[in-house]
């Protein structure tokens, strides 16, 4: 059964940092290239950073340089470190293949605000 569970959101002020963690179960996680979204109240989802198998990395416009995607395979895990962290920035956070669409997760809430 494929499980994509995401974790690590929380509360943070403005220009705090949160690392976000998405562990997947019942894929070969190694064989996957991976994304990480974001969807705030009211607005459409929206591809926020991916990574490929070989670790190559692209970003949103808007998070170049304040987010970085890393992955560790061992731990079939897909990261975000988000830092300078803005009030837009609040949204649900999910993860998901980047070309084969998985169950969604449950996402993870970020809310940052003073």
């Known amino acids: 059964q494929v499980q994509l569970v995401e974790s690590g959101g929380g509360l943070v002020q403005p220009g705090g940092s949160l690392r976000l963690s998405c562990a997947a179960s019942g894929i070969i996680f190694s064989r996957y290239a991976m994304d990480w979204y974001r969807q705030a109240p009211g607005k459409q989802r929206e591809l926020v950073a991916g990574?490929?198998?070989?670790?190559?990395?692209n970003y949103a416009d808007s998070m170049k340089g304040r987010f970085t995607i890393s992955r560790d395979n061992a731990k079939n895990t897909v990261y975000l470190q988000m830092n300078s962290l803005k009030p837009e920035d609040s949204a649900v956070y999910y993860c998901n293949a980047k070309y084969t669409l998985l169950p969604w997760g449950q996402g993870t809430q970020v809310t940052v605000s003073s």
């Open positions: 990574i490929t198998t070989d670790g190559i990395t």
